[in-house]
């Protein structure tokens, strides 16, 4: 039996719903928003659909009914508008996070709270600082849409599965985000320092994939979710299998690794903030980190990220 409590149900807080029901992930889904009747007409939808997927209650209530919730998924806040970064949404979505934090810890002390809104780093933060839960139970969604989207477009770049690309974008959930492209490879065969190494063998005997553009694949990256937001107004598919994802690793116990934002405690030296590393995830959380062997540029990379992610928490009220 998995209970796993949505806070917010506006396009990606519905869309996750819908996808975790699909997927057969929960027992019992709980949707609370300001907003009863938007809540209870996404439950009343999705729950209509339930005989054709796996047995599950799906439900709009408060915050009393977040008790025993295994994952709480916070989405509310202000969306994004096109041309707004995410950043410009911070401290609205924080004021907004610190009136939730107590309302909902109060009946799900013991839950795994997995942070969405944007901006995630920031609110992640904001939920450490003032929940007073310990750090494993808070995990921001971070980066792990970019390395989605990175694993995407490399998987284009070389006609091969997805799943046979590894790779990450690390770092802050935003425009200082970067590609430690030392330890991306395709099947083992890194790809740093151009695809002559990377020649297909067989019935493809000589066939050379096109030098990749690192460039282009870090601003298709940083740039997508704006793209998508100018065209359909809001991106809401890919983060919600995403957060799915994280959801299904978290209820499986077993020890994955994926980039989310969690706290830093002087990792590659940098402490007090929330970004993206490689974090191992399990029933229990974020239950530690595997630090990457990053170059020097890359480390510094790194530190850039941070020092915006500092500089903008010390012109806010946390």
Known sequence: MNKITIIGTGSVGSTVAYTLTVMGLASE???????????????????????????????????QDAVGSNIVILT???????????????????DITKKIIPEIVRYAPEAIYLIVSNPVDILTYTFVKHSGLPENQ?????????TSRLRARLSEYYAINQQNVHAYVMGEH????FVPWSIANISNIPILGGSASLILSGNNS????PEIDYKEVENYVKKSGGRVIERKGATYYAVSVSVCHICRCILG?????????????????????????????DDRGATGKMLLPLNDDEIKALHHSADTLKNLIKQMEI
Request: glycine share 12%; net charge negative; charged share 15%.
């Open 174 to 177: 935003g425009d200082s985000s």
């Open 138 to 146: 808070i995990i921001g969604s971070g980066t792990i849409l970019d």
């Open 76 to 94: 509310s806040g202000v969306a994004r508008k096109p041309g707004q970064s995410r950043l410009d949404l911070a401290q609205t979505n924080v």
């Open 253 to 281: 116990g077993i020890n994955t690794t994926m980039t989310v934002s969690t706290m830093l405690h002087g990792e590659y030296g940098i402490d007090d903030v929330c970004l993206s590393l490689l974090n191992i995830i």
């Open 206 to 209: 000589g066939v050379q994939w």
């Open 29 to 63: 889904i709980v949707l609370i928003d300001v907003n009863n009747e938007k809540a209870v007409g996404e439950a009343m939808d999705i729950r209509q659909g339930t005989p054709f997927c796996s047995s599950v209650s799906i439900y709009a209530g408060s915050y």
